[in-house]
Structure formats: structure tokens, C-alpha cells
């Protein structure tokens, strides 16, 4: 959806298309080309794959406190949480999301994984999401609405 609004707003897609443009780029290969040209230009290798990008062996599962629904995913706060692990300087670290927004959980279950290469970074990220939780999780309240009129 982002991605649609930044074609939509840049020119290169028309109003009201800009997601439908940004999967067909995902889809033909054209994004990934792009991206390849943008990490070659910054002096990285393009041919580079996932799989050769190691993550930190240091790391932290984030469960869900509660039952309910993932009703907001603070961006800035995810940021933040990888920031403290080490990213971007530090290749092996950030921050691994397993649920996205209107996902029902359950307690206990994954909600993020922290990694870092230093204990010390994971422990600063973790002091992160002690003070400023990255999700906001709500059960849900459902009313069965009649046609008799309310009393209040």
C-alpha cells in the first residue's frame, strides 16, 4: 500500500492504481532489478542472496502478553528496537516480525525476534521494548446489533 501511494504521489502510476502498479513491478522482476542497481551503486555486491546475509547469534522472542488482536505496529518503535540491537551498522542485527496488524494472537505467541551480535546490543534493545512496547494488542468487543431501539 505504501509503495502504491509513493507511485501515485511520485507520477508513476495514476490515482487510485498505485498498488496494483507496485505488485506488477514486484511480480516482473523490475523491483528487485532496481534494488540490485541501487546496492551495487552504493559499492555492495548485487548478486548478493538472504541467505548469505547472516543474522546475530545473539537473540530475544518477543511473546504476546495477552489474547486479542494486533491493532497497531509502531514503525518508529520497531526502528528504534533495531537501532539499539546494532542495525544498520552492525549486518547481523534487527528485528524479525512474525504478525501484522489485525492479526489475532494468542498469549504466548511469537510476536517479534530481536537479533543482535553483541549481548550487550540486545540487552540496550530490549531496555527499548521495556520502556516503549513496538505493538498495541486489544481483544475485541462484538455487539449484536437489533432493530428495537436502545435504552440508555
Not at 1 to 14: H, N, Q, W
Not at 24 to 47: T, V, Y
Not at 58 to 73: C, M, S
Request: glycine share 10%; hydrophobic share 40%.
Amino acid at each position: 500500500s505504501l509503495a502504491g501511494v509513493m507511485l501515485e504521489m511520485g507520477g508513476k502510476a495514476p490515482l487510485g492504481r498505485g498498488k496494483e502498479v507496485a505488485w506488477e513491478l514486484l511480480r516482473s522482476g523490475k523491483a528487485e532489478a532496481k534494488m540490485r542497481e541501487m546496492i551495487e551503486a552504493q559499492g555492495g555486491d548485487p548478486k548478493v542472496k538472504p541467505e548469505d546475509l547472516p543474522v546475530g547469534d545473539k537473540r530475544f522472542t518477543v511473546e504476546a502478553p495477552l489474547d486479542g488482536y494486533v491493532t497497531h505496529i509502531y514503525n518508529e518503535r520497531i526502528t528504534a528496537i533495531a537501532c539499539a540491537a546494532g542495525a544498520p551498522r552492525s549486518k547481523g542485527a534487527g528485528v524479525k516480525l512474525f504478525v501484522k496488524r489485525g492479526h489475532k494472537v494468542n498469549r504466548g505467541e511469537k510476536l517479534f525476534e530481536i537479533y543482535a551480535e553483541h549481548e550487550s546490543k540486545l540487552e540496550e534493545a530490549l531496555k527499548v521494548v521495556s520502556r516503549s512496547f513496538p505493538m498495541r494488542i486489544e481483544g475485541m468487543m462484538l455487539e449484536r446489533l437489533t432493530d428495537r431501539p436502545r435504552e440508555w
